[in-house]
T-cell receptor
Framework: AQSVTQLGSHVSVSEGALVLLRCNYSSSVPPYLFWYVQYPNQGLQLLLKYTTGATLVKGINGFEAEFKKSETSFHLTKPSAHMSDAAEYFCAVSSTGGFKTIFGAGTRLFVKA | GAVVSQHPSWVICKSGTSVKIECRSLDFQATTMFWYRQFPKQSLMLMATSNEGSKATYEQGVEKDKFLINHASLTLSTLTVTSAHPEDSSFYIC??????????????FGPGTRLTVL
């Protein structure tokens, strides 16, 4: 079975500060990991994904995440927050041959001016 | 590329009526589509997995007769909420997987449909 835990339902940062959203996963098989962003009343947009290969993954809008197998983590970071980054972020896990994607509870990011 | 649309984007209906939501993959063929339900400030709950030309696979606790899913073509899946009640009010999101890329598992999401049952 697979599961995802996102630490912190709310994260608040100042504009220009580092963004760090935490995600830990549980999987009995090699995982595929995803980060999605959701703006109010909209669907989900893929920020980045890890399947195989390089463990540091770069995504859109300046976000990146690092797959750390030993820590079963896939934290999302961005060096400098923008006001437009304020949204809900979901970490998700899937696996080779598996159809289902399991989503974390989400972390709402607030960006203060 | 990989655009998924949903129609309608929002709908208000009376209790007891049925509502159909369409999910279309606009520029690719989707052998598998997923239907999710999202309550306010919560995560996505998978309702069912829909494969083209076959019956949908429902998650535990989801009523098959209430949430009818049809995936008649590689670009269209529909969710019909039958005899809707206020507790069915929610945000419904569909997603689609590109056929043939089984090793990736990336899903492309529609913009969602806000259903309000009065």
């Amino acid at each position: 079975a697979q599961s995802v835990t996102q630490l912190g339902s709310h994260v608040s940062v100042s504009e220009g500060a580092l963004v760090l959203l935490r995600c830990n996963y549980s999987s009995s098989v090699p995982p595929y990991l995803f980060w999605y962003v959701q703006y109010p009343n909209q669907g989900l947009q893929l920020l980045l994904k890890y399947t195989t290969g390089a463990t540091l993954v770069k995504g859109i809008n300046g976000f990146e995440a690092e797959f750390k197998k030993s820590e079963t983590s896939f934290h999302l970071t961005k060096p400098s927050a923008h006001m437009s980054d304020a949204a809900e972020y979901f970490c998700a896990v899937s696996s080779t041959g598996g159809f289902k994607t399991i989503f974390g509870a989400g972390t709402r990011l607030f960006v203060k001016a | 590329g990989a655009v998924v649309s949903q129609h309608p984007s929002w709908v208000i209906c009376k209790s007891g009526t049925s509502v159909k939501i369409e999910c279309r993959s606009l520029d690719f063929q989707a052998t598998t589509m997923f239907w999710y339900r999202q309550f306010p400030k919560q995560s996505l709950m998978l309702m069912a997995t829909s494969n083209e030309g076959s019956k949908a696979t429902y998650e535990q606790g989801v009523e098959k007769d209430k949430f009818l899913i049809n995936h008649a073509s590689l670009t269209l899946s529909t969710l019909t909420v039958t005899s809707a009640h206020p507790e069915d009010s929610s945000f419904y999101i569909c997603s689609a997987r590109v056929g043939g890329i089984l090793e990736d598992n990336e899903q492309f999401f529609g913009p969602g449909t806000r259903l309000t049952v009065l």
